[in-house]
């Protein structure tokens, strides 16, 4: 599949912008819309074709999605547990990768689901706080396609 290339921050050899999959800004796009699930497919359809290091990165951050889309629908047991699956993908990628600061984005998700991840409740009854969602924000920024 010819698609443009994207790069890690400590790949962008001092680049100010870098090209990423339209499909991976598409689910960033969407993510900071906060329309969860449609970013979820977004990275989904980029996920089924890649067929290399990132494959695990994206698994990663599609279930950080689904995490989102729970929590904001009241299933906290599946957004608990996607939080800790999503977590285990990308960790192996930390500090950063394809643009992505994921110590902060690991940060932003915690304080996200502060309340969720101290509840010992089967069934806890927790909404989230709209404030607390986290934004993607890429560095590099991606290269304006204007």
Not at 56 to 72: C, D, M, R, T
Request: proline share 7%; with cysteine; charged share 25%.
């Amino acid at each position: 599949m010819n698609r443009p290339s994207y790069h890690s921050p400590a790949k962008a050899n001092a680049v100010e912008t870098t090209a990423y999959h339209p499909l991976y800004l598409k689910g960033i796009e969407y993510f900071n819309e906060c329309d969860f699930y449609e970013s979820h497919e977004s990275w989904e359809e980029l996920w089924a074709d890649e067929q290399g290091d990132d494959r695990k990165f994206l698994q990663g951050l599609i279930q950080s999605a689904v995490a989102l889309h729970h929590f904001g629908n009241g299933n906290i047991r599946g957004a608990r547990k996607l939080y800790h699956t999503s977590r285990s993908y990308l960790t192996p990628y930390r500090p950063g990768h394809l643009g992505l600061d994921l110590e902060k984005f690991f940060a932003e998700m915690e304080a996200c689901f502060a309340e969720v991840l101290a509840s010992e409740e089967q069934y806890p009854r927790i909404e989230i706080t709209a404030d607390l969602i986290p934004e993607i924000h890429l560095a590099p920024p991606p290269t304006s396609t204007t």
